[in-house]
């Protein structure tokens, strides 16, 4: 009998109710992010007639610091993006000085592309900005995904109206994306693909962003590199290694 | 290579700034792949411009033919040595009209005379220095750095009054990396956001001594840092900042001279009060604006030939304006990924002068750039009539490698 006691208090949790909404976008967002992780990316602009690219050194320690070093082009070379909680500065090598950024550039494009500020360096909560609905299941591209429907708390520092998340259900990755206004217009989709081994786990290494006004045009960011749960501390994320990481 | 056989046979130095001069495009496979940090890195660009000067009815036209290499090489993990070399090849009417011009382009120099004019004639002019040129240790939280460098303790985009080691000019848009400094600099970071900074530069007498202590923290979500020392015969104090009002960033710099020896740079004064602010915004358009104010106790509203000062590159941080109040709106506007377009106004109230600064980037490859700049001066002329004083236009092809 006081087995059976143990067994049902352990099961309760797991077994009998389903994963909620929110525990769902946590697990993908945990396993995405890790506690720290590192990056090597890269990121394409693409438009129908050309294309830049921008590749990237980041490291992060969970959602209140990353630091960001752009290792090309050749004109923003060594340029570095250190985020601590809500403050943001910019490093600019040549002329020797620190720009301190005021916050409402958060929201602005990352380098002009189809990336804000705000999705490189993560200021707001996938889990904590965001109230979560568990939607009809679907399948896309063979998978069988959970649908979430995120709806921004009233007080988040969020640009959407809404955020629908696609999650595979076997390897609770994202597989798409889609982003919302406040009148419920489709702005944005993000495509998730190239799914495979990196860094110790299966994730996917190519997203696409894709707006819906202007769909022959995206942008592309591959991981060329991960690492996960590094020993990384607050104090790394600072002035001066800002200045110093290479 | 046309221009070799014009090199003094004496100048060492010559001869290394020709070759750099010619090095980027021999050395461009340099372009690393990899994510391995590399232990001897080069960078840099080569620019051409045409530049179009009006004064009144008068056409000046200008080619320059300009590089830029940076060298660092990180020795060990503690010490790292950089170069970087600034080469330009003037020609034009300038050189052909303005007495003294190439004195003018080879005056920027510091203790070390670290610049040359490997060709100085009417038709051509070729100047060559190095304007960065230092040794720095690093050990944990220390960092030293000797030698030609830039010092920059400046926190706005317009102006710069806690600037006091290596003043630059708005208006001097093409030198991006601004100039350096030969000092000593001494930096022990205190913790992830502040830091404690003694800094020297070489000097010959005390009319060129700068020497100053800097302290650096972050409270309340802003960067305060609180400067003294002394700067050119002056006992001086500061403070500067860079925090948030709002969702706007808010940015301010005061600098107060005292003169203690009377030097060529203070003569005019016993006391002055340099001060600047200013707030930026972003939209998530990528619409940003900038609002900048700036004092200069020792300005005055109507200054002799103020623009013409204004104009010129500043010798101290002194020399940001002459005028008594100067303001400063920009706002810039990322078009597309590939075009970015800017449009900067400087006016200053009481005067009847202001300054119109539109321009255009545009990205014509990954590593192509071409540039469409104008700078349009107005005010009144010697004899007091107001108009355009000069209206230049600049078209620039930047390759950065």
């Known amino acids: 009998m006081k087995k059976l006691i143990v067994v049902l208090l352990v099961c309760i949790p797991m077994g009998v109710q389903a994963q909620t909404a929110k525990e769902i976008i946590k697990k993908v967002d945990d396993k995405m992010q890790g506690n720290s992780n590192r990056s090597v990316m890269r990121m394409t602009i693409v438009r129908p007639d050309w294309k830049r690219e ?27 993006f250190l985020k601590r909680h809500t403050e943001m500065w910019n490093w600019q090598p040549s002329i020797d000085r620190v720009i301190k950024l005021p916050p409402s550039m958060m929201l602005q494009s990352w380098m002009g592309s189809d990336f804000t500020n705000d999705d490189l360096v993560k200021e707001s909560s996938v889990v904590e900005d965001y109230i979560h609905t568990l939607k009809q299941d679907t399948t896309i591209g063979g998978r069988v995904a959970y649908q979430i429907e995120m709806i921004p708390r009233p007080d988040a520092a969020v640009v959407w109206g809404k955020v629908t998340v696609f999650v ?17 217009s489709l702005v944005n989709t993000m495509v998730l693909s190239d799914i495979k081994p990196i860094g110790g786990r299966v994730l996917p290494c190519r997203l696409e962003m894709i ?34 990481v290479r | 290579m046309v221009l070799l056989f014009q ?52 056409l000046l036209l200008q080619n ?29 009417d300038l050189v052909r009209e303005i007495p003294n011009y190439s004195a003018y382009i080879d005056s920027n120099n510091d203790y070390f005379d670290l610049s040359v004019n490997l060709i100085d004639n009417k038709t051509a002019l070729l100047n060559a220095m190095a304007d960065r040129l230092f040794i720095q240790w690093i050990h944990n939280n220390w960092e030293i750095k000797a030698g030609r460098q830039r010092i920059n303790w400046g926190v706005n985009l317009a102006w710069n009054p806690n600037d ?24 022990y970071y205190t913790g992830v956001a502040s830091s404690v900074e003694v800094a020297a530069k070489m000097a010959k007498d005390v009319d060129h001594f700068v020497g100053a202590s800097m302290w650096r923290l972050n409270k309340y979500d802003y960067d305060i840092q609180f400067l003294g020392g002394l700067v050119q015969g002056d006992a001086a104090l500061g403070t500067g900042w860079a925090g948030n009002l709002g969702k706007a960033g808010f940015k301010g710099e005061l600098t107060y001279f005292h003169k203690v020896v009377n030097t060529q740079f203070n003569s005019a004064y016993n006391n002055m009060f340099l001060g600047a602010f200013s707030v930026d915004y972003a939209f998530p358009s990528s619409l940003y604006f900038n609002g900048s104010l700036m004092y200069n106790s020792q300005g005055s509203l109507h200054p002799d030939f103020g623009f013409e000062l204004v104009a010129l590159r500043p010798g101290t941080v ?28 400087i006016g200053y109230p009481g005067g009847d002068t202001f300054f119109v600064n539109p321009a255009l980037t545009i990205s014509v490859l990954q590593n192509l750039d071409v540039d469409l700049i104008g700078q349009l001066f107005y005010g009144e002329d010697q004899t007091g009539h107001f108009g355009s004083l000069l209206k230049a236009a600049y078209i620039r092809v930047k390759w950065s490698f």
Do not use: C
């Open chain 2, 164 to 187: 006091w080691f290596n003043a630059y000019s708005f208006f001097d848009f093409d030198y991006e990396e601004r100039p350096g400094a030969d000092a000593l600099r001494i930096s």
């Open chain 2, 318 to 345: 002194r020399d940001l304006s002459p005028y008594t109040w100067s303001t400063f709106i920009q706002s810039a506007y990322q078009v597309t990924p590939l075009f970015y377009a800017s449009l900067a106004l």
């Open chain 1, 211 to 244: 707006p819906s006004d202007n769909p022959k045009q995206k942008t592309v960011i591959e991981y060329l590199d991960l690492e996960f749960d590094l020993n990384l501390e607050e104090d790394f994320f600072s002035m001066q290694n800002m200045k110093r």
């Open chain 2, 7 to 58: 090199i003094p046979e004496d100048k060492m130095f010559a001869k290394v700034a020709l070759i750099l001069l010619l090095l980027p495009t021999t050395m461009l496979s340099a372009q690393d792949e990899t994510d391995k940090p590399r232990k001897f890195t080069m960078k840099g660009y080569l620019k051409e411009m045409a530049s179009f000067n009006y004064f009144g009815d008068s």
């Open chain 1, 168 to 184: 595979d259900k076997a390897e609770l990755n994202q597989l798409l994306v889609r982003y919302y206004d406040e009148d419920g």
């Open chain 1, 54 to 80: 921008v590749t990237m050194k980041g490291w992060s320690l969970g959602r209140q610091y990353s630091l960001i070093l752009i290792t090309a082009p050749a004109r923003d070379k060594g340029q570095a």
């Open chain 2, 64 to 92: 320059l033919v300009h590089s830029r290499l940076n060298f660092a090489w990180y020795a060990n993990a503690e010490f790292t040595v950089y170069a970087e070399f600034r080469t330009r090849l003037i020609t034009g």
